[in-house]
């Protein structure tokens, strides 16, 4: 059994994290949410995206825009370790899940794991619409720019993204009182 299936292991795989908000103190939220995630000492944080912000892609129509944005960790948990422990900070963040793709408080998606590759009903791995997501893929992009999915660079996945057009910088945004 390979040791990216076992729980409970000693050694580090390197893990994508993509987090979203589009309800209440969005920023805050994910600042917050990044320190949550790495608050156990089983998920080290290696690099964080700049934040940006986004039109919501699916879901309820007259949504607020979303602030994404992409972590890279190192965690000693297993995937479904990792899973439960995400949920958990999406939970301490009073995330929701009345409506799909509706809005959230927190959204927390496991978008790698080393180079596991699952399809279960609780996980997949990789996430089954990163590669179609450029609120994924973009904040990726700028703190991994060699970065590949499914044997894809996301330089080249993120070129035939439909949401591309919508991204903002949101530190640039909030710098013009445009946030």
Known sequence: MSAELVEGRSEYT??????????????????????????????RL???????????????????DFLNMVIIVQTSLGPYELLA??????????????VRWGPRTLDVDIITYGDLRQDDPVLTLPHP???ERAFVLFPWLLIDPTAVLEGHP???????????????DYDMLMDEGLA
């Open 14 to 43: 390197r893990a994508v994290l993509a987090l979203g908000s589009n309800l209440g103190e969005r920023a805050e939220t994910l600042a917050e949410a990044v320190s949550d995630l790495v608050d156990r000492p089983e998920v």
């Open 85 to 98: 422990h995400c949920q958990a900070v999406e939970s301490k963040h009073r995330r929701t899940r009345e």
């Open 154 to 168: 996301i330089v080249e996945l993120l070129e035939d993204c439909a949401d591309a057009d919508g991204i903002e």
């Open 46 to 64: 290696v690099d964080v995206s700049p934040v940006i912000q986004t039109k919501p892609v699916g879901g309820p129509a007259g949504q607020p």
């Open 129 to 131: 619409r990163a590669a």
